[in-house]
């Protein structure tokens, strides 16, 4: 319980710390409440995948969200289905609100983004899923070069990691190629660790992705690998095959 409330405190600091720049913004040129400013998404993809693991049981995940960018501040919403029926059969929903500060350092893109991971019903389990993250990420496009290389590394810190399993320490960085015709090439590696133990084991595993993008009609095209090592299947709440070798397809839209 301690754990929700601290949780509901934090995504409740995101919304009005972020809002509360509104009326800074819209004393500049009145624009922070331009339409132009808001966007919206909506994806049907064959799973849900989250650092290696299936988080919507191996099914079919519906996802949507909505998001607010102005100069460099930005905050949003997003929600998909999940699967946790071995432990949590009321949780059928994870929900992420967010918010962060974007800016350029020289050639640099560097974000500051905090996350606040809910999951409704989990409780009620005494699972109490629900945690913050804090991910500072750093980046840079080589837009001079062919197929315009970018790359990224960035650092997610959580003080109670998912499951209440202790202090969270993620490391990722990917890479992405722009091709010809609307299509891209990106994947990403990472490390997530813990600080907590399962029966004396040390959490913590390796994640990786690789996948294929494609835009055609407004709609945009994943195909993707996932794969994981054997460490991440001490976290799994839901079956034994979470973290097995996996392609997903997803077709997304924005508005």
């Known amino acids: 319980m301690e754990s929700y409330e601290m949780n509901k405190s934090i995504t409740s600091i995101i919304l009005v710390a972020l809002m509360s720049t509104t009326p800074l913004a819209m004393a500049d040129d009145g ?3 331009d339409l132009v400013n808001f966007s919206g998404n909506v994806a049907l993809g064959t799973d849900s995948i989250w650092r290696g693991e299936t988080q919507n049981d191996n099914q079919i995940a519906i996802s949507g969200g909505f998001d607010w960018g102005y100069g460099n501040f930005s905050l949003g919403v997003w929600a998909s289905s999940v ?13 992420n609100v967010y918010g962060g500060y974007a800016t350029k350092l020289g050639p640099f893109d560097v974000n500051v983004d905090l996350y606040s991971y809910l999951y409704p019903g989990s409780d009620d389990a005494g699972a109490e899923l629900d945690y913050f993250e804090a991910i500072p990420k750093i980046g840079y496009t080589f837009a001079e070069s062919t197929l315009e290389p970018s790359i990224y590394v960035q650092y997610g810190y959580s003080p109670d990691y998912f499951g209440e399993e202790g202090t969270g320490h993620n490391v990722e960085g990917g890479l ?13 590696i990472g490390h997530q660790s813990l600080d907590g133990d399962v029966n004396g084991t040390k959490i913590k595993w390796t994640y990786w992705n690789v996948g294929v993008t494609y835009s055609v009609l407004g709609f945009d ?31 997304s839209r924005s508005f």
């Open 176 to 188: 992405g190629l722009t091709l010809p015709m609307g299509f891209g090439v990106d994947g990403a």
């Open 31 to 33: 624009g922070a409440l």
């Open 221 to 251: 095209l994943d195909a993707r690998y996932h794969g994981a090592d054997e460490n991440s299947d001490i976290l799994w709440l839901a079956n034994d095959e979470a973290n097995e070798d996996i392609v997903t397809f997803t077709v």
């Open 83 to 95: 699967d946790f029926t071995a432990v949590t059969p009321d949780t059928n929903l994870t929900v």
